[in-house]
């Protein structure tokens, strides 16, 4: 599948099936069980590809994402402060400011999920208060 940048298709989960249908086990079967968890933590995102990857966005926000590597799977917030927030949570993680490394076999725990999500959410619409006080001159 070719994907030219950032984008949220018309065809979310079959982009997200394409995109998982070309990898090897167990790396798809675990891309499967963090998707799932991703959508019971935030049931209302929409699913896409963005960046090549697949993502799930909030209110048009990309909150979520992930990646498969030739070694390892990757978590994506797609923001680089949502780690050092939660920097006790994701200490046993190879991190870098955009993406969390975890094993191909080893799906990441929902409550780890949870919080990364939660983070990122905050995060995106804490912003957007900002950016509308800063419009209104306050």
Do not use: C, W
């Not at 935030?42 to 926000?61: N, T």
């Not at 969390?100 to 725990?109: A, G, H, K, R, S």
């Amino acid at each position: 599948m070719v994907d030219s940048g950032p984008r949220i298709g018309s065809r979310p989960s079959a982009d997200i099936a394409e995109y998982r249908a070309d990898l090897e086990e167990p790396k798809r079967s675990t891309l499967r069980r963090l998707r799932q968890t991703i959508l019971e933590v935030v049931p209302e995102a929409q699913e896409g590809i963005s960046y090549r990857h697949p993502a799930f966005r909030l209110e048009g926000k990309v909150i979520a994402g992930f990646g498969a590597f030739k070694n390892h799977l990757s978590y994506l917030p797609h923001s680089g402060s949502v780690f050092p927030a939660l920097r006790d949570d994701v200490a046993h993680y190879q991190t870098s400011n955009g993406a969390l490394q975890f094993p191909i076999d080893l799906p990441l725990p929902k409550p780890l999920v949870e919080h990364l999500a939660s983070v990122r959410i905050a995060q995106a619409f804490r912003e957007d208060r900002t950016d509308q006080s800063t419009d209104d001159g306050q």
